[in-house]
């Protein structure tokens, strides 16, 4: 609940807030649908099993490629740091080229673990 509490309040103007979870179980408790109706919330929840539908996905593996990679980081705090630093970079720079090309290698990546292809019916075992 202080998640979204926290989420809620980045928005001060009352906008909807619609926050994509995966489907845990405490994204759903009977005290955290109230919180939510009551504040404007939305909960869009991603099937269970399906991380390949969820689009903050292709988020991670540019974070994977530009932060961790090939680091050795001496502690948490450093790694957190980098973290901290590629996300302010990434924030000033949604478009670049590299991140954009990043972003299309997680969304194949993702999709090839479940076999799966956006707009196409998965295939029946025979």
């Not at 969304?107 to 956006?118: I, K, N």
Request: with cysteine; glycine share 2%; charged share 20%.
């Amino acid at each position: 609940l202080a998640a979204f509490q926290s989420i809620r309040a980045a928005r001060p103007d009352n906008a909807p807030v619609y926050v994509i979870c995966d489907n845990l179980s405490v994204n759903t408790t009977p005290k955290i649908l109230r919180w939510a109706a009551r504040n404007d919330v939305h909960l869009c929840l991603t099937p269970t099993y399906a991380s390949w539908a969820n689009p903050i996905e292709a988020q991670f593996g540019p974070v994977r490629s530009f932060v961790m990679n090939n680091s050795n980081h001496p502690n948490h705090p450093a790694l957190a740091r980098h973290l901290q630093a590629y996300l302010r970079w990434r924030n000033t720079h949604a478009r670049d080229p590299s991140v954009l090309a990043a972003q299309r290698r997680e969304r194949a990546r993702v999709r090839s673990e479940r076999q799966q292809r956006w707009g196409r019916p998965r295939p029946h075992a025979a």
